[in-house]
């Protein structure tokens, strides 16, 4: 389902942060990403969600190859993906309701099931009193709640998360940890990057390690 060939990036004339990478994820799997910070764990989801092109190399997402896709037909292609970025990118203008509800309006939900579906999503990560307050004017951890909400809410294909927990008490972090178990049961394929290693642990799947821009596979469960 995921395809990575020889793949490099620089950013502008700097060095390379991610050299030669292949691998292939397949539908329905769920990996763990980890790695020191600046390893390039951001920069490798970024590339999973097409949000930038590679400097070298060759990426295939859902069978189909992304070097020769325009900005639309990438868009198209992100509408399978949900992401949930370190930093949030909530939108400011929008209330919590209103961004969660966003991918459901771009693919035409009708209303009513949108208020539904996302009142029902954020009463569950306990944000049911916060729906209409907007992003400024919550805590780091209510904002990735809206931002995993946001990301789950299309049950996408593919689930990227870069380091979702990080802003999270141990008991809501598991509880949505919870959540992408249940998503990934369903046939969502999951990426998670974290520096948990209890969390790692627990759910014991397999782990893509980055190392000075180089990556590499783990076993199940290091013993
Ligand atoms: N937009 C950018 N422009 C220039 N350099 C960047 C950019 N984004 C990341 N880098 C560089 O790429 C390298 C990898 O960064 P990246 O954010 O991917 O690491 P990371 O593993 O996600 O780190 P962390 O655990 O701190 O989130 C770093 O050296 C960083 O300085
Ligand atoms: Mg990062």
């Given at each position: 389902?995921?395809?990575?060939?020889?793949?490099?990036?620089?950013?502008?004339?700097?060095?390379?942060?991610?050299?030669?990478?292949?691998?292939?994820?397949?539908?329905?799997?769920?990996?763990?990403?980890?790695?020191?910070?600046?390893?390039?764990?951001?920069?490798?989801?970024?590339?999973?969600?097409?949000?930038?092109?590679?400097?070298?190399?060759?990426?295939?997402?859902?069978?189909?190859?992304?070097?020769?896709?325009?900005?639309?037909?990438?868009?198209?292609?992100?509408?399978?993906?949900?992401?949930v970025?370190?930093?949030f990118?909530l939108l400011?203008?929008l209330t919590a309701f209103e961004n969660v509800?966003?991918?459901?309006?771009?693919?035409?939900?009708?209303?009513?099931?949108?208020?539904?579906?996302v009142?029902?999503l954020l009463?569950?990560v306990?944000l049911?009193?916060y729906m209409?307050m907007y992003p400024?004017?919550l805590?780091?951890g209510q904002q990735q709640r809206i931002a995993i909400a946001r990301a789950?809410i299309?049950?996408?294909?593919?689930?990227?998360?870069?380091?979702?927990?990080?802003?999270?008490?141990?008991?809501?972090?598991?509880?949505?940890?919870?959540?992408?178990?249940?998503?990934?049961?369903?046939?969502?394929?999951?990426?998670?990057?974290?520096?948990?290693?209890?969390?790692?642990?627990?759910?014991?799947?397999?782990?893509?390690?980055?190392?000075?821009?180089?990556?590499?596979?783990?076993?199940?469960?290091?013993?």
């Open positions: 389902m995921i395809e990575f060939s020889h793949v490099g990036l620089r950013y502008g004339g700097g060095p390379e942060v991610l050299s030669d990478i292949s691998f292939k994820l397949d539908a329905g799997s769920y990996h763990f990403l980890s790695g020191a910070s600046g390893a390039g764990k951001s920069s490798l989801m970024s590339l999973l969600y097409c949000g930038r092109k590679p400097t070298r190399g060759n990426i295939s997402m859902f069978g189909q190859g992304i070097m020769e896709l325009n900005r639309n037909q990438l868009a198209v292609l992100r509408q399978k993906i949900g992401v970025f370190q930093d990118r400011p203008n509800a966003l991918p459901l309006r771009i693919i035409g939900q009708p209303d009513r099931e949108i208020k539904q579906n009142s029902e009463s569950w306990g049911g009193d209409d400024a004017t805590s780091g789950v299309t049950r996408p294909r593919l689930l990227l998360a870069d380091e979702p927990t990080g802003n999270l008490d141990d008991e809501i972090g598991f509880k949505l940890m919870l959540l992408f178990e249940q998503l990934n049961k369903m046939g969502t394929t999951i990426v998670v990057a974290t520096h948990n290693i209890p969390m790692m642990e627990h759910f014991g799947h397999q782990r893509l390690v980055l190392e000075k821009g180089h990556l590499n596979m783990l076993g199940k469960k290091a013993a």
